[in-house]
């Protein structure tokens, strides 16, 4: 069973701070997406890494795609209290149609 | 161009019934995904279709149910309620299903409610 865990599962920092979102799995993944998801909203697409070592920028948001397919990572720089919200990353295998969502980070942004 | 849109947003209902919930997908996209999402588990995938098949379900039991129409709208129900389906039910539709340029955009959700 394919499962990605991701760490921390809550944050809570001050404006202006740095921060970074782990996506961890001991499988194999082709493609990895990040979502965020507001209170009564679905999750929104931020990103999808398909390439071993691929690094993505989102404004002040940087992806990046582990070299073994296996992991991935969220950096944000300068975190603004509409970064609020919960982050969740999601990886497939191609031909399953679907993906597997990780366990999800709730981070919360003091102004 | 409209989302995609879920009906109803809001159900209560009592253990043992039956319940159907309807997805209508963004104009133009074939690919719709049905996802369960609760507190303890997370989001976890029911099933997806493409062109009224089925082509990958999840880990749940017979109970839960899905089919897409041809104009790519999708319903899913699940018969004999248990309390533990209390959750976000949450559709997704796509143009295509193509993991290296998947793009999935998510409806609002339905939240059930078993009492």
């Known amino acids: 069973t394919q499962l990605l865990e991701q760490s921390p599962q809550f944050l809570s920092i001050q404006e202006g701070e740095n921060l970074t979102v782990y996506c961890n799995s001991s499988?194999?993944?082709?493609?990895l997406q990040w979502y965020r998801q507001e209170p009564g909203e679905g999750p929104v697409l931020l990103v999808t890494?398909?390439?071993?070592?691929e690094v993505k920028k989102l404004k002040r948001l940087t992806f990046q795609f582990g070299d073994a397919r296996k992991d991935s990572s969220l950096h944000i720089t300068a975190a603004q209290p509409g970064d609020t919200g919960l982050y969740l990353c999601?990886?497939?295998?191609?031909?399953?149609?679907?993906?597997?969502f990780g366990t999800g980070t709730r981070l919360k942004v003091l102004a | 161009k409209a989302g995609v849109t879920q009906t109803p947003r809001y159900l209560i209902k009592t253990r043992g019934q039956q319940v159907t919930l309807s997805c209508s997908p963004i104009?133009?996209?074939?690919?719709v995904s049905w996802y369960q999402q609760t507190p303890g588990q997370g989001l976890q995938f029911l099933f997806e279709?493409?062109?009224?098949?089925?082509?990958n379900k999840g880990n749940f039991p017979g109970r839960f149910s899905g089919r897409q129409f041809s104009n790519s709208r999708s319903e899913m129900n699940v018969s004999t309620l248990e309390l533990g389906d209390s959750a976000l039910y949450l559709c997704?539709?796509?143009?295509?299903?193509?993991?290296?340029?998947?793009?999935?955009?998510f409806g609002p959700g339905t939240r059930l409610t078993v009492t």
């Open positions: 890494v398909v390439t071993g070592g």
């Open positions: 997704a539709s796509s143009l295509v299903w193509d993991y290296r340029a998947y793009e999935q955009y």
């Open positions: 999601a990886g497939s295998s191609s031909g399953t149609y679907k993906y597997i």
């Open positions: 279709y493409f062109s009224e098949t089925q082509r």
């Open positions: 499988s194999v993944f082709s493609s």
């Open positions: 104009s133009g996209h074939r690919s």
